[in-house]
């Protein structure tokens, strides 16, 4: 059986100019599997493409590479960004994707020109700065879909204001709220959510570039130019620190796992109220997978496997901090092991989040049985004790065992009500003038909902002004999005209208010359 999908002919064949000059002989097919990080590379390809020429053009700026050279290298780097990394270049026989890029364009130009791309750099600070494009772009993904799927929570709730429902305790009715309400709940829990990747983004974007294998350079580089040229908002200073500091990827990984327990929250709740014990929502047939042998069967499927998605985050963020831990400074190849993981992490994020948001925006929720059950299992009770209290200043304590008394007798109505007071009291409550009218009324979900109108209730009234509220900081934080997204984009405009600049300079040169 082939333990790995290289064969040895594909390894011998690619020839890693990384190094084959202080290691001889070749590797076996397991030892490059294991040493290659090729495979999970692919998700950095474009992004080396990008680091290559912005360090080139700062080389060439910097008259660290000369003119000539430099634009013979700019043409290859231009076309790959143009036209991709070939496929070729994804060998696993060499060691990443640095290497295979390197060993492509001196294929391609030659040594003299090719071989000086990789000069006042190290792959150290080189895969430390594409993680960190990577990252920042998976994570503005993510921020983007957070702003829909909020702004479609809010929806929902301006839709379902007077939508009334049980609310749970314990998986028990529990009081009257409103379905506004409950998605309201969900929209700060994703708010939090995209402050939480607003703020690893701050940590994901400054460029280690410069730091080259952790000492820094004796040549006169311009960290500056690779900074601002790739769109970074500020520097990692440190050498040492910026190759071999992982915590931006676990940070991303931690917000992310908090945010799919979230997205796990929501869909457990889409499942249970899809489910014949509630039937409070009838999700969307696109969301939902059949039997292959119970024909009658519309199961959740993709709200169980977001659900579902919490343990491969956590198994993600868990397996990046426990490869950082205890690793010396600096670089180790370790530090490799962990780009899979960040990848399979974040990778699937944005999509998870488009997916709850489509099978929100899709599910038809069955209004007339969320209200039927919403006070159900006397989820109106603790209304009839507030009543009790405000009205005929009864202790709470007393009221709240008077009708506690009641309900074991599995009724509140003002006989049953009388009786308990009686035995608890000595009293009977239509004694002090309590009346079945207004047991009725008080029991009404919708006047137990109408009635907590304070910040932060369900009270139609109130969920309007959190309404208001929610709008305007899903407004800042789209405003903050999308000034991050700019900057990230018209980075990368600028930088690859320089570098061609950089190569039409040539030809012009070059034509004032022949005309000389
Ligand atoms: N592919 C490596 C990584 O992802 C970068 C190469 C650094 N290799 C080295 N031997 N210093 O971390």
Redesign the pocket.
């Known amino acids: 059986m082939p333990t790995n999908h290289i064969s040895t002919d594909e390894t011998e064949q690619a020839h890693d100019v990384v190094r084959h000059g202080r290691l001889s002989g070749t590797r076996n097919a397991d030892i490059a599997s294991l040493l290659s990080?090729m495979e999970?590379?692919r998700y950095i390809a474009s992004h080396d493409v990008r680091v290559d020429i912005a360090h080139l053009l700062m080389l060439a700026d910097c008259s660290i590479t000369s003119r000539p050279h430099a634009q013979k290298l700019m043409r290859e780097l231009i076309q790959l960004y143009d036209e991709g990394v070939p496929q070729s270049v994804f060998n696993p026989a060499y060691?990443?994707?640095?290497?295979g890029i390197e060993s492509h364009i001196i294929a391609m130009i030659g040594m003299d020109s090719g071989g000086r791309l990789h000069v006042a750099r190290?792959?150290?600070d080189?895969?430390?700065t594409c993680?960190r494009l990577y990252a920042r772009s998976a994570a503005l993904a993510q921020i983007e879909s957070l702003l829909a799927l909020r702004l479609l929570l809010l929806e929902l709730a301006q839709e379902h204001l007077q939508t009334i429902m049980p609310g749970f305790t314990h998986l028990q009715h529990a009081q009257p709220t409103t379905l506004a309400h409950h998605m309201l709940a969900y929209e700060q829990m994703f708010a939090r959510d995209t402050n939480r990747l607003l703020c690893a983004y701050e940590h994901i974007n400054a460029s280690p570039l410069g730091a080259a294998?952790f000492a820094s350079t004796g040549y006169p580089i311009d960290r500056e130019q690779t900074s601002r040229d790739l769109g970074f908002q500020t520097i990692v200073e440190n050498s040492m620190d910026a190759v071999s500091s992982r915590d931006f990827a676990c940070e991303l990984l931690s917000a992310d796992t908090i945010l799919e327990m979230h997205i796990s929250r929501l869909c457990e709740e889409l499942i249970i109220w899809n489910s014949g014990l509630t039937r409070f929502v009838e999700l969307d047939d696109a969301y939902c997978s059949t039997s292959s042998i119970m024909p009658q069967k519309k199961n959740p499927d993709v709200a169980e496997l977001l659900r579902s998605r919490t343990g491969t985050l956590l198994g993600a963020f868990t397996s990046a901090i426990t490869i950082m831990k205890a690793l010396p400074l600096t670089?180790n190849?370790d530090?490799?092991d962990l780009?899979p993981h960040l990848f399979s992490g974040t990778k699937h994020i944005a999509r998870d989040l488009r997916l709850l948001a489509g099978m929100l925006q899709t599910a038809k929720f069955q209004k007339e049985r969320m209200h039927a059950q919403a006070g159900e299992g006397y989820s109106t009770a603790t209304g009839l004790a507030d009543y009790l209290v405000c009205v005929y200043d009864i202790p709470f304590r007393e009221a709240h065992n008077i009708i506690g008394r009641a309900v074991r007798a599995d009724s509140l109505q003002l006989q049953t009500l009388d009786l308990a007071a009686q035995e608890i009291t000595g009293h009977t409550l239509s004694e002090k003038g309590l009346t079945k009218e207004e047991i009725d009324r008080v029991l009404d979900p919708a006047y137990s909902v109408s009635s907590r109108s304070n910040f932060g209730g369900p009270a139609p009234s109130a969920v309007k002004q959190a309404l208001k509220h929610r709008k305007e900081i899903v407004k800042q934080h789209s405003t903050e999005f999308f000034a991050l997204s700019q900057n990230v984009s018209r980075a990368e405009e600028t930088l690859i209208e320089k570098a061609r600049q950089f190569i039409q300079e040539n030809k012009e040169n070059h034509a004032e010359h022949k005309t000389d």
């Open positions: 990080s999970a590379d060691e990443d994707i640095h290497a190290s792959r150290n080189e895969v430390a993680l294998a670089y190849r530090l490799q780009n």
